[in-house]
């Protein structure tokens, strides 16, 4: 679980940062969930975005995909969140938090 300080950390460091999935009117997919996952394992830190067609509550959303994925809610603006899980993938450049 990530405490407040954490967040802000990570917020700030995905504040500069173009949204890496895109979700689109089909909702929560598998092949969405497999491109999060991948995300996750590559850089540790992933930023969502939902496009204006799709009918889906953000907030929502995250707390879907971060119970399915086992990652860290890290917050949610507007049509975008950011999801963060730790990674065990060996020559990657981790966030130390």
Same mark, same amino acid.
């Given at each position: 679980?990530?405490? &407040? ?8 460091? *995905? &504040?500069? !940062?173009?949204? &890496? $999935? /895109? ?5 929560? !997919? ?14 540790? +830190?992933?930023? $969502? *975005? ?13 707390? !879907?995909?971060?119970?399915? +994925?086992?990652?860290?809610? $890290?917050?949610? /603006?507007?049509?975008?969140? $950011?999801?963060?899980?730790? &990674?065990?993938?060996?020559? /990657?450049?981790? /966030?130390?938090?």
């Amino acid at each position: 679980m990530l405490n &407040s300080k954490q967040r802000a950390m990570l917020r700030s460091i *995905s &504040s500069n !940062t173009k949204p &890496s $999935v /895109i979700i689109g009117k089909d909702g929560i !997919t598998d092949h969405i969930l497999e491109q999060i996952n991948n995300c996750l394992h590559a850089k540790e +830190l992933v930023k $969502v *975005s939902i496009l204006d067609g799709a009918e889906i509550n953000p907030k929502d959303c995250l707390k !879907t995909i971060a119970q399915k +994925l086992n990652a860290e809610e $890290v917050c949610s /603006i507007g049509k975008k969140f $950011v999801l963060y899980k730790h &990674s065990d993938k060996k020559g /990657i450049k981790h /966030i130390q938090i």
